[in-house]
């Protein structure tokens, strides 16, 4: 009896309409796919910058951004970040954003001025590196910023997705 046991689940755990049923919604909207851009209408106070990320759909196909971005001040374009990633934004409700080709959703940026920290040791950045949700390629924003090098200091906060 032993013997029939694992004979007998191989066909109940194989029904191959169930496993390609699975990915029935559009996959996760990938980097090679995207373009980032910011609107940094968002305006500033006390000593901090407010902007939106924004990631539109260069691909062919409807993908989904669902989540937080992750972001880094970098040295340039292929650099290593510099200083603290950005801190996500707890209070920023997560949500699906279905990409159409064409279509953007942005996430609610925050940079505070590395001058607002008398520790921060500084450096010039290039720009940020931003990471799609639950992607490990990554997009370049050209946006001089000043970072500080200490890990320990967070200069950027970052929200969820939204439809824009």
Do not use: W
Not at 146 to 159: F, K, R, V, Y
């Amino acid at each position: 009896a032993a013997s029939t046991a694992p004979a007998s689940q191989p066909p109940s755990s194989t029904p191959p309409s169930s496993q390609s049923a699975a990915p029935a919604g559009p996959s996760r909207c990938k980097a090679a796919n995207l373009t980032v851009t910011q609107d940094a209408t968002g305006g500033g106070a006390a000593g901090s910058v407010y902007s939106q990320l924004i990631l539109t759909n260069s691909g062919a196909e409807t993908c989904l951004l669902r989540g937080f971005p992750g972001v880094s001040l970098t040295a340039d374009a292929n650099g290593e970040p510099l200083g603290a990633p950005a801190r996500q934004d707890g209070a920023s409700p997560v949500a699906d954003v279905l990409l159409a080709p064409g279509q953007a959703g942005a996430a609610d940026m925050r940079y505070t001025q590395a001058g607002n920290y008398p520790d921060c040791t500084t450096a010039q950045a290039a720009g940020y590196r931003v990471y799609p949700p639950e992607e490990t390629a990554s997009l370049f924003l050209a946006v001089p910023r000043t970072a500080c090098t200490d890990d320990s200091i967070e200069l950027l906060t970052i929200g969820a997705f939204h439809t824009r």
